[in-house]
């Protein structure tokens, strides 16, 4: 039986732990900040790369696999990209019961070994754009770890492409954000600002980082996904270039990009409740769980029947149910079993039910129970489906406004960051000064400088200095 | 323009090599003894995990993800298991800038690792089977490497199951060996011979070992997939034990079971020749190319006009399709390249087919010329896919044939292996010193003994003394 989770308003943090652990999504290992992904995470994680694969060759890319091992030696080529892994980096030693001649470091991020390749590959303008990405594990050796949010492992795809030109690469730099963004909302069904990162807080390497940034339900902020334009940092540092059309040679022009399995965790933060999970339906490795409710053998045999035929049904339409016919479990447990999951709906079929040639219906969002016919059930769960991912995307998207302030008050902000009470958007002058002393002050951080060009004039909210137009500040995972 | 390939007959080693560079399935890294799979190889590893995952899916399985790092001291819980795996491993020795205090080992296979959890999650009959499975790269510090034969890092499916009853975990076992067997043959087109692998050739920490064995075009044999009856080993190793239903604890029984990237290997080498590889439609990333063929520019618009549309007409019908419209390369060395990469047919469209309402069919076996008509293409180039994947697999299957003896004679044992002449069924005595004997005179291993209780009485072909049946020697990969 599942203890008892904490409350999200007592401690979300315990609240989080403990509902990723109730309902096995993941587990501690014996290893230091590194997790086990359990089944039921894993689907969902399978059910998130099935369609970002889709849209990663939609969108003309392929699929390769770089080594796990990188000599220490080619992170050492690109100045700024050393700089922000060493910290990080496990490193192996010993090889075949040998030291190695030259210790190699556990993939942080494949750069360096992909631009290591990319050399012997790329000669001419016409080998040009190479658009690949991996699914990979990699490893940084994070000091304090978080199941999903911050793992010494974890689990991600990143895309490396090179191109040409400078404009080419920002334009896939822009896509891919895009397919992140779309990705993030239409089938997480978290609502996403898109920006660009302060210098302080883009990638190791990059020229400039973009970002898709969401808010949980404590009202922090998760950076979600991120795509960066890498200029010519790493064609330089691994002297890539081509020859182009006149035959002069050129350095190639690279972007990269990821996500990881702290989706996951955003999707737990964003959605969940004192329940427990709350599922997309479109990414949920269970749409709809039947309940059989009997008392007789007699009552038992004919419910089941019921619910195996409409279990069918709705599986040829395509949805992804599943029948908890367990005999020792009564009907109470099991419906806080599922909600615990986050099963977005479920079917409750007892006598009555079967006598009127319907099913209940209870909705993971509000709980509501609702009378179906039996009749063209598995057509109305689909709509039934699309309507909860709806329901739940506007849901995070009103809490999310619900909690971001225009603030142009130093003592205002405050007082607003405390709690956290959400996001703020403030002037902010420019400067890594003025970023650094709100930071040690709040702990708040510039998440993103919105895109576009509606720029706003005003004053800077701590140094009062001039700013031409206001970024996203907020306490962040 | 692509190398040309060194002959079969010539230097099959320098074959193999040069088919899967200029193939362009993988390439070599900067790191010793890993490769880079590059997007044709992974594409073919990306359809056969997908039916391979398909199959575990469909006899229960579920997926999960487990710690690439591995403490060394789980390893050393059984006995077995750390002597054979010692030698191959890849430690971690610094994180974070710092020393650790247990070193980690990366993961060579992930039993140890699996069985620690499993500790935590069987406490009854009822959490039983736990029928898990998990996509993941592996470590093994190898001496000689060669692209997807052995690598030190791999890609592989482990397969780690744990139940009630000795005779539930033999089951599994078998349940899952069948699964390799019918993976090999109906897609990847390899016939493989089945049987358990002597004391001397089982894995480390295993009961017993079985094996799909298949014969290379060198005619020497390749392990394509291992199903491991584990026993009680790792949950003595582990203390994992569970309440049965008299309410008295019992120690849990295992299998393991894998297939790797190896698997690529095995299919170029059964099915290639000396113009490249030949690839069975079920897995080909690309089943049928397109190559058009024009003079001028108006013959050129209507003959692509009419790939197109063809083109359009059999992606609708499933079929994975390649038009290679590159205007810069003839249509002949087209021709050459689509053959190295093992397409299996193509289709050659000119003005004159179009004319007729014909295309030309070539098939990648024979490279007979067959006009077909356009109206019903798709459908005929499915039937065409079908017939090619049955002929690859007879025409394998008649090699195996053809290159197998029954040798009761030890000089002819010499005789035979030298070549090596292929597959020898001889008696043994059943001695690992026999077996040593064996090996050590002319590098010939025990590759499988068969199955089944069809034995007949003979003499041991080394050592004359008495034997209960025959068992495969072959030299192997």
Redesign the interface.
């Known amino acids: 039986m599942a203890k008892k989770l904490c409350k999200q308003s007592q401690n979300f943090s315990e609240w989080y732990n403990g509902v990723v652990l109730e309902a096995q999504l993941a ?1 501690y ?4 900040g ?6 039921y995470g ?2 969902l ?2 059910n998130m790369q099935r369609v970002l694969d889709g849209m990663f060759k939609e969108t003309g890319h ?10 220490e030696s ?1 992170l050492k080529k690109e100045a700024e990209h050393v700089e922000g892994f ?12 040998k030291v190695l001649e030259e ?2 470091v ?1 993939r942080p991020t494949s750069e360096t ?1 992909i631009w ?2 990319y050399r ?2 790329i000669m001419s303008h016409r080998d040009l754009p190479l658009l ?1 990405n991996q699914w ?2 990699v ?1 940084r ?3 304090r770890t978080r199941l999903f949010l911050r793992t ?2 974890f ?1 991600w795809q990143e895309g490396h492409t090179a191109h040409a030109t400078d404009s080419e690469a920002q334009e896939e730099t822009m896509r891919m954000l895009g397919v992140y963004k779309t990705f993030a909302e239409e089938y997480m069904a978290v609502p996403v600002l898109v920006g660009v990162k302060s210098d302080a807080q883009k990638f190791a390497g990059a020229v400039r980082t973009y970002c898709i940034e969401a808010m949980m339900r404590d009202r922090k902020a998760l950076q979600a996904g991120t795509s960066h334009n890498l200029g010519q940092n790493f064609a330089k540092a691994f002297d890539v270039t081509y020859q182009d059309a006149d035959g002069s040679r050129q350095f190639v022009w690279a972007t990269s990009w990821g996500v990881s399995t702290r989706l996951i965790g955003a999707l737990v933060m964003t959605h969940g409740d004192d329940r427990g999970l709350i599922m997309p339906p479109k990414l949920a490795p269970i749409q709809v769980v039947f309940v059989p409710i009997y008392r007789s053998d007699d009552e038992k045999s004919a419910v089941l029947a019921q619910c195996q035929k409409l279990l069918g049904e709705a599986k040829a339409a395509g949805l992804r149910v599943h029948l908890d016919d367990r005999d020792q479990m009564r009907p109470g447990w099991k419906f806080a079993q599922w909600e615990l999951k986050g099963v977005p709906l479920r079917i409750e079929l007892g006598p009555r039910d079967l006598q009127k040639q319907q099913v209940t219906l209870v909705s993971r969002l509000g709980g509501q129970k609702t009378p179906l016919p039996t009749d063209g059930l598995a057509q109305l769960l689909l709509q039934k489906c699309d309507e909860f991912q709806d329901a739940l995307f506007q849901r995070a998207l009103e809490f999310r406004e619900e909690h971001t302030y225009e603030v142009d008050d130093w003592a205002d902000f405050k007082e607003r960051i405390r709690q956290p009470e959400g996001f703020l958007n403030c002037h902010w002058d420019g400067t890594a000064e003025t970023e650094a002393a709100i930071q040690e002050q709040t702990k708040a951080t510039i998440r993103l400088i919105p895109l576009g060009d509606d720029a706003r004039e005003g004053r800077c909210v701590y140094s009062g200095k001039p700013s031409s137009k206001r970024v996203l500040f907020a306490k962040a995972y």
């Open positions: 587990d290992s014996g290893v230091r590194c997790m086990v992904i359990r089944p894993y689907e994680w399978e392929q699929n390769a696999y770089f080594p796990l091992l990188i000599p080619y060493s910290p990080e980096l496990a490193v192996v030693t010993h090889g075949g019961g210790p190699l556990i070994i290591s390749m012997k590959w690949y990979a594990n490893v050796w994070e000091m010494t492992e689990l």
